[in-house]
């Protein structure tokens, strides 16, 4: 979808034009005990070449890449890149609000890839 900005009614002075895309989330359901680690591995379809990095909403999520907390990762493309996530809920109130973790290019800071996770704490 296109969306046209303009700065009169008369639509004569084009601001800008945006293009939206809208996208499907992955939604990921777990379940955690609490005060244990529980780990997944996130895949990350690429159609080009780009240095991303994962980024979480919740503190209590530590993304690691290669054996290292928080390393920017190059996608190769038409390959699929693999990211190790690991969850640790200490406290029932950390599941308040949607969780999610997203993929962000380093580079251009646009966002690539999102998962929504549905965690259940036991």
């Not at 008369?10 to 895309?21: D, I, M, W």
């Not at 895949?43 to 980024?55: D, H, K, N, Q, Y």
């Not at 190059?74 to 950390?94: A, L």
């Amino acid at each position: 979808m296109t969306v046209f900005v303009y700065a009169d009614k008369l639509k004569f002075n084009l601001l800008a034009t945006v293009r939206v895309e809208i996208y499907s989330r992955d939604v990921i359901y777990t379940r955690i005990r609490l005060n244990t680690s529980s780990s997944h591995t996130l895949a990350l379809p690429a159609m080009t070449s780009r240095t991303v990095r994962l980024f979480s909403n919740k503190p209590f999520i530590h993304i690691k890449s290669d054996d290292r907390v928080d390393r920017p990762k190059r996608t190769i493309p038409g390959d699929i890149t693999y990211f190790s996530v690991r969850m640790q809920v200490t406290d029932v109130k950390q599941l308040y609000g949607p969780t999610l973790v997203n993929c962000v290019d380093v580079n251009s800071e646009e966002l690539v890839y999102s998962w929504l996770f549905i965690i259940e704490a036991l």
